[in-house]
């Protein structure tokens, strides 16, 4: 996945949970348009409009609740909180300033709506299920393909969850991790460095095939 993840500040100093979302945000934004690149030059029919408009947000919205978890590993209740609100708040407005790519002529505010009742609906869903220091677990990734399943035609259904759990979600999830480790520092940057260790030491033989 060709996208450059930004995951250091130039400036040194605490950062807030608002600063830290804008950052989280605009990567999510960049892996979802990833994405839809990547899935139509695979021949998936993600029409301009509604289609499209929909794939983005259900892609975000999972992006948003991975990254609530990861948060959960360095910041303490309160600031998760900020954390999370502000990254839901900031991909709903960037979704609103795209609405007349993503929606045509939708009515001023919708699109920052529609978002917002997406995330608040999904957090439910994805609550049910467990997101660890190897990433999401296998619900949760069923979830996100069962999200994008009802999104496209019925000629896609049948291959789009293998594509979503194998493909789409761990390399968005290993470039979302990649940054937060970077600009939280602390715990998640432990397990980031934990997992790279145990994936060297696979590929080198020791422990591995």
């Not at 030059?41 to 409009?49: E, F, L, S, T």
């Not at 910041?75 to 609405?99: C, G, K, N, P, Y």
């Not at 293998?162 to 789409?168: C, L, P, T």
Request: aromatic letters at 10%.
């Amino acid at each position: 996945m060709a996208v450059r993840v930004f995951n250091q500040f130039h400036t040194k100093g605490a950062r807030s949970p608002k600063m830290l979302a804008s950052v989280v945000a605009m990567l999510a934004w960049k892996l979802a348009i990833e994405s839809v690149k990547r899935m139509r030059k695979a021949y998936y029919d993600i029409d301009a409009g509604k289609p499209y408009f929909d794939f983005v947000c259900e892609f975000l919205v999972f992006l948003a609740h991975s990254a609530d978890r990861i948060a959960y590993r360095s910041l303490d209740a309160e600031q998760r909180a900020a954390f999370t609100t502000a990254l839901a708040i900031r991909l709903a407005e960037m979704v609103e300033e795209s609405h007349e790519a993503l929606l045509g002529d939708a009515a001023p505010g919708t699109s920052h709506a529609a978002f917002i009742e997406l995330f608040n609906r999904r957090g439910g869903d994805y609550g049910e299920y467990d997101y660890g220091p190897a990433g999401p677990d296998f619900g949760f990734k069923r979830m996100f393909a069962s999200a994008l399943r009802e999104i496209l035609p019925e000629k896609d259904k049948l291959w789009v969850v293998d594509q979503a759990m194998d493909i789409e979600a761990p390399d968005a999830i290993k470039a979302l991790e990649k940054a937060m480790a970077g600009l939280f520092g602390g715990e998640a940057a432990t397990q980031a460095g934990t997992q790279d260790r145990a994936k060297a030491q696979t590929s080198s033989g020791m422990g591995g095939e």
